[in-house]
């Protein structure tokens, strides 16, 4: 019958929750409050060219890591023609969005709560900063939650191996018996299949708009919210039976990755 599901792992952020204003934890905005207006694609490329690097010595500690978030800014607001008197105020600023009030996806608290009563254990593996268990507490979800990994303690961002590989340890559990659940393609889908992952890509339609998902490969899932993912561990978990799982009010935006 081939390996149960014993554990399910998500990504933090544009899969559990997100930020409560993403007008105003935005870069875009704050580099046009400070007039200036960065090519799109510069600012694409900052959020994807860390991906899968390794940073184990800007992780030994919350102020080693710091340091390195703005030196990455810095170079962000280089890209950008920011001349050199108005760039600390600036990563300043962007560092304040960062740090904006979070609230969860609609749905997110009933499908761990599903998840969990029928005996899945519950991961989280981000790329994110330091205090993700804060942020996990402030949307509600940290109770939910047996482990949380983050890229800023782990050392290195997905799809790099060893993130997965510490969530995995950390739960116990190998690559056959997890499915891996978010909304960026390559950490969250690509990366986990390389190590032997069931991967559900998330992609929230009216979020993405004017935009096409990437095509699925042989054994890629694909939900329009996480309420399928209760359906998909149910067929892959031999059968198992979950309850259904109902999402609270509220709306729901996406957003780009974060440092």
Known sequence: MGPVVRAVVFDFYGTLAKFADTTVSNYETVFAAHGYRPERSVLDNYFARYDGVEHAEHSVSEDAYETWVRARLRELTGACGVP?????????????????????????????????AAGQSIGVCSNWGWELNGFLEQVGLLHLVDVAVTSARAGSRKPHPDIYARSMAALGVDAA?????????????????????TAVHVWRSEDRTGQLPPVLEPGDHRVGDLTGVLEIVARLGSGMSLPTARPTDGERIGGPARP
């Open 177 to 197: 018996d997890v499915i891996f659940v978010g909304d960026s393609w390559e950490p969250d889908v690509r990366g986990p299949r390389q190590l032997g992952m």
């Open 84 to 116: 050199d008197p108005h760039v600390a105020d600036l990563i300043d600023a962007l560092r304040a969005s960062d740090q904006g009030p979070m609230v969860p996806y609609p749905e997110a608290a009933a499908t761990l709560t599903s998840l969990r």
